[in-house]
């Protein structure tokens, strides 16, 4: 009877110790799971802290385009100013020492200068035309099309165009296309 108590005894505990077993390796296998979860929570909140750093950081340079945006009309009309003060000779475009044709220090041109110098300083930069290429007639302001820096104000066909009004870059993202006639 003693042997058949001992023998009913072993099989309870090895009954328990299997049951602890399962328990025990269920709880691993919980563990690991939730560990796995866990990490996985942090490479996606690495991952989110990084994009939302890129995000502010393309808001803050951004941040002035509308200001910017408005500074370019009052440069724009700067240059006209200047152009009436001392007329441009035909083909030439864009800088404050070409505008006064030899004039120089007067106070346009200084103006001009420090709005040319403040775009500069916030990554502003004037949109090129493109190479020139010479035409027949001796024209140097042209260039070929490109539809994600220039819009179309005049003529539709016609391998070369004339810058007919400046655009502007800001960090390399177009913020105003220059405008531009298309020449036959």
């Known amino acids: ?52 750093g890129k995000r502010m950081e393309e808001f803050v340079k951004f941040a002035n385009e509308s200001l910017i945006l408005e500074l370019l009309d009052v440069v724009d009309d700067l240059y006209l100013a200047a152009k009436q003060v001392n007329p441009v000779k035909s083909g030439e475009t864009g800088t404050a020492g070409q505008l006064f044709d030899g004039v120089k220090n007067t106070g346009l041109e200084q103006v001009i200068k420090k709005f040319e110098d403040l775009l500069k300083k916030y990554g502003v930069e004037k949109i090129k035309v493109g190479d020139p290429v010479k035409s027949p007639d001796g024209d140097n302001g042209t260039s070929k099309f490109d539809p994600m820096l220039h819009e179309v104000v005049e003529g539709t ?16 993202r177009v913020v105003r296309p220059a405008r531009v006639r298309i020449l036959k």
């Open 1 to 52: 009877m003693e042997d058949k108590n001992q023998n009913q005894k072993t099989t309870e505990i090895q009954k328990e110790t299997e049951d602890k077993n399962t328990e025990s390796d269920a709880c691993k296998k919980q563990a690991e799971e939730y560990l796995n979860n866990w990490k996985r929570e942090r490479a996606d909140f690495v991952n989110y802290k990084k994009d939302e």
């Open 157 to 172: 066909e016609g391998d070369r165009i004339e810058e007919v009004r400046a655009g502007y870059m800001m960090h390399e």
